[in-house]
């Protein structure tokens, strides 16, 4: 697409969306000239990071800016089949004892991995996990609630891993199941749960505004039995903020995301430490980790790198290996929308050295190598074409 044609339906869609120049160049982290210039055609717009951004605050197809159908696929997650398979066995009504004490610790080791990054090993343990918690909720005379609750714990690392690796309309299949088992065990704070992991999930799948809706009315019923509230309660209560911090960023929402993050330090605050209740990760380091990357969201680079550089993650959880490794990626992307990309490519580096399978499947830091290679510059960055091969990028 040229780039007349380009500014034509920038300034289109934006006139239908509502937006002066000011607005949206502001929610995509340019100057009011520069989009004027765009939109007449003088300038191209030449950054797959500013058109993507583009695209998302005038709910477009990015094809419609880019003139293409080009697009970095989800990388192939082959575990998916079998937990597909998994997910649609049902079970046969029958009698005999569960053991849930050893389904519970299963699922807890199973997301224990998951945190740890160590997504191929989930996907082995999660289709027979999957199958052996559906015949425990079909078995005869069994303790229902804590059925409900092992199933709502399993369903809610399944969506978790899913989402990550880019498989998102089975991890919406997922955390919808999460949801619904957390409802049949009547807990506020396992739905809480349930809402925070599908919060996310929303916001992956282009649906932020119903993620936002969503986390902030578990919060709210969820703030409703905090008597001032338990460590348990803090945690998830922080995290559906952080949550819905995520989903305001998606939206470009500049004054709810401090807001929302404003809330959760306080939860924060009041918890004193980081911690991992009910797979959270919550803590003051975590609202850190998120503020770091909603600035990047938004556009404000180097806000993002210079809170990023500034981040001490040794205060969190030794097993806490994927967000350690998230800070790496937030920044980097921040470097790559600054286009320092030598600093860029060395932070995802680090990222692979920490968590070398988030960074072959995660599909935003797709996105970012796609942009780096199409701008790639070997002399300042060697390193960069093995690392996009390696990802399955180039």
């Known amino acids: 697409m040229d780039a007349a044609a380009r500014g034509q339906t920038i300034r289109r869609n934006r006139t239908r969306r509502g937006y002066s120049q000011a607005v949206l160049a502001g929610l995509v982290g340019r100057s009011e000239s520069w989009l004027s210039q765009v939109e007449r055609g003088i300038l191209t717009v030449d950054s797959h990071d500013v058109l993507t951004r583009l695209a998302d605050v005038l709910r477009l197809p990015l094809t419609e800016l880019t003139g293409t159908d080009h697009h970095v696929p989800a990388p192939r997650y082959t575990a998916a089949v079998e937990i597909e398979r998994a997910m649609m066995r049902y079970s046969e009504v029958s009698d005999g004892p569960v053991d849930l004490a050893r389904l519970r610790a299963e699922a807890h080791r199973t997301h224990a991995a998951y945190q740890a990054t160590r997504y191929g090993e989930v996907g082995r343990r999660l289709p027979r996990l999957i199958r052996d918690v ?28 899913l989402r990550r690796v880019g498989q998102k309309d089975l991890a919406w299949q997922a955390a919808d199941r999460a949801m619904s ?63 819905a911090a995520t989903a305001a960023a998606a939206e470009f929402d500049k004054a709810a995301v401090p807001r929302l993050l ?98 072959r499947h995660d599909p935003s830091t797709g996105r970012v190598l796609q942009e780096l290679m199409r701008r790639e510059h070997r002399p300042s960055t060697p390193e960069l074409r093995p690392l996009a091969q390696r990802a399955g990028v180039a």
């Open 134 to 161: 559906e015949t425990a909720a079909h078995r005869r005379g069994a303790d229902r609630p804590a059925v409900c609750s092992v199933r709502a714990m399993v369903y809610n690392t399944t969506a978790a891993v």
């Open 181 to 243: 088992a957390a409802e049949w065990a009547d807990e506020t704070l396992l739905s809480a749960v349930g809402a925070y992991r599908l919060a996310y999930v929303f916001v992956s799948r282009g649906r932020p505004a119903a993620a936002a809706d969503l986390a902030m009315a578990a919060a709210a019923a969820l703030e409703r039995q905090m008597r001032p509230g338990t460590a348990e309660e803090l945690s998830v209560y922080g995290g559906l903020h952080l949550a």
């Open 262 to 359: 404003r809330q959760a330090q306080r939860a924060a605050d009041r918890l004193g430490r980081d911690m991992n209740l009910h797979g959270t990760a919550f803590g003051p380091t975590n609202v850190a980790i998120h503020t770091i990357s909603t600035r990047a969201k938004v556009g404000d680079a180097r806000a993002a790198v210079a809170a990023g550089e500034a981040l001490d993650v040794d205060s969190l959880p030794a097993g806490l290996v994927g967000r350690r490794a998230q800070v790496c990626l937030d920044v980097a992307r921040a470097y790559t929308q600054t286009r320092q990309d030598a600093a860029a490519v060395n932070t995802l580096l680090d990222a692979e050295r920490i968590a070398p399978e988030l960074v």
